[in-house]
């Protein structure tokens, strides 16, 4: 028999009482806490219970914040629901000043963070009349992410903070700027092994499955490695610290000092990132967004791009060679693939991909082969979906009006869509935060299916050990940043998390 919660402001029969959630919720009542939680177990249940007890014993409007606009209202319909206070309202950038002026006077408030900081900062809403602001995908509270600057209208105030993930970062530079940022006490955590935990948890499948590329798409990729090659042995002339591996980041990372330093390596460096991009995207999506990358790069110009698209023997032939391929039907060998695995399984499916070219793609060669399809993507550009939009996506999902959802990452973020029977990674993904968040959106009310696609030889595989590897550091980052924290508690003692990693 299912037990209730029964609390002030909260809905008679409306919410199962889940002791790891209370428990959870009472550390984070007192003290500046991180709370973290596997996606499905609830974490907006336990800021329910927070909520409840500052609306009994505190005067003072909440801030619910979250990262996307389909997440915020996700999280305004979750508190209409369950609440017995009429007195919330949800502010995105779409309002305007003068509404947002006024919604500003609620108790309770739904937000996404750049409104929130734009209006804190342009002193539409003052953080003062804040008690308790709660950041949803907390982990985002780095660098330049709105949540940082948010962070710093409550730095020595009394207001409380409660931050929420699935899961920490891996990278500890990362960890501590969060818990710095969001001056945090306690970290309040727990995972599929934790005991008061286990009874809830439903089991994921994952599979990892491996295909080769069309041969077409291998003598793609050979030309511009071959490209790529003379880009390196260039600048490792012009006196360069570049070693025999590879990589697009260690290219990056060259930028400020070619531009002001070693001008002379301008044109073959910026070149070398272009075919890097242009290579990671052949072999993990495909001919279409590869021709679609190579079409914006040309348009924009700039330094090396004549280089490349008219001169580069390699490179100009590997663009001849996808024209011809994507004349001839030939996309990636993951299409089929896809076809095969959502035959396997009956019911909804979820697949991710972290480029809106990809998901175009994806979503016309399932119509093709008679699979319903929608897409689900993030509102920049044209080309992308309003609030309102991505809504009335996920509901139609949901309702289901079709069987897969082909989404980039803002489906990864939060997204309750209870029935999905199986999520698949078109792409891998070089982050444990992002590879749990994908995963989560399966197995939340029965056994669930995790598919990752991975094509031999490519930027898949170099991905799959990176995220493994980023996997296991970010399991043991809470224990971690728990023992900093209880260190810090003592007056006499000042220490950081270099002290434990």
């Known amino acids: ?48 219970h927070v909520i409840s007890e500052y609306l009994v014993k505190k005067s003072g409007t909440i801030l619910f914040l979250a990262p996307t606009r389909v997440l915020v209202n996700q999280h305004f319909d979750f508190l209409k629901k369950n609440l017995t206070i009429d007195d919330t309202v949800l502010i995105t950038g779409e309002d305007s000043v003068e509404k947002r002026t006024d919604l500003w006077n609620h108790r309770i408030i739904c937000a996404t963070p750049e409104v929130a900081r734009n209006d804190m900062n342009h002193n539409v809403v003052k953080s003062t009349q804040f008690n308790l602001v709660i950041f949803d995908e907390v982990h985002r509270t780095t660098g330049d992410y709105a949540y940082s600057s948010i962070a710093e209208h409550f730095e020595n105030s009394s207001t409380r903070i409660l931050g929420m993930t699935a899961t920490l970062p891996s990278e500890q530079e990362k960890a501590t700027e969060i818990l710095k940022r969001l001056q945090i006490s306690v970290v309040a955590e727990r995972n599929e092994t934790s005991p008061d935990v286990k009874p809830y948890i439903q089991e994921t499948n994952t599979e990892w499955i491996n295909v080769e590329l069309p041969m077409e798409l291998k003598s793609i990729q050979k030309l511009l490695k071959s490209a790529l090659d003379e880009r390196y042995d260039l600048l490792k002339k012009n006196g360069l610290p570049l070693n025999d591996q590879q990589s697009l980041s260690s290219l990056l990372r060259l930028r400020p000092f070619v531009l002001s330093k070693n001008r002379k390596s301008a044109k073959p460096l910026f070149s070398g990132i272009r075919i890097h991009y242009a290579l990671n995207i052949l072999e993990a999506h495909g001919i279409t967004p590869f021709l679609q990358f190579c079409k914006r790069a040309q348009a924009k110009k700039g330094v090396g791009v004549k280089d490349l698209f008219e001169l580069d023997p390699n490179f100009t032939k590997a663009l001849s060679l996808a024209k011809e391929a994507k004349s001839n039907g030939i996309e990636h060998s993951k299409i089929p693939k896809l076809k095969e695995i959502l035959n396997s399984v009956p019911g909804k ?96 009310k029965d056994t669930g299916k995790l598919v990752v696609l991975i094509a031999k030889d490519t930027i898949d595989e170099t991905y799959y050990w990176i995220g493994k590897r980023k996997i296991s550091a970010a399991r043991s980052m809470g224990s971690k940043m728990t023992k900093v924290l209880e260190k810090n508690k003592d007056p006499s003692v ?8």
Do not use: W
């Open 349 to 444: 499916a979820l697949i991710f991909t972290s480029y809106r070219d990809s998901v175009d793609m994806i979503h016309t060669e399932l119509n093709k082969l008679g699979i319903p399809a929608g897409i689900l993507i993030g509102k920049a550009g044209d080309t992308g979906l309003k609030q309102k939009k991505q809504i009335e996506v996920v509901q139609k999902f949901r309702d289901g009006e079709f069987q897969v959802l082909v989404a980039t990452r803002v489906g990864e973020e939060g997204l309750d869509i209870a029935e999905v029977n199986q999520v698949i990674f078109y792409d891998n993904v070089p982050s444990s935060i992002r590879f749990i968040q994908r995963r989560g959106r399966t197995g939340r």
């Open 494 to 501: 000042k220490t950081g998390l270099d002290a434990f990693i």
């Open 1 to 48: 028999m299912t037990e209730y919660v029964e609390k002030e402001f909260i809905q008679k029969n409306s919410v199962e009482k889940r002791d790891y959630q209370i428990n959870l919720a009472s550390q984070a009542i007192n003290e500046n806490c991180i709370v973290v939680l596997p996606t499905g177990l609830g974490k907006t249940t336990v800021a329910l």
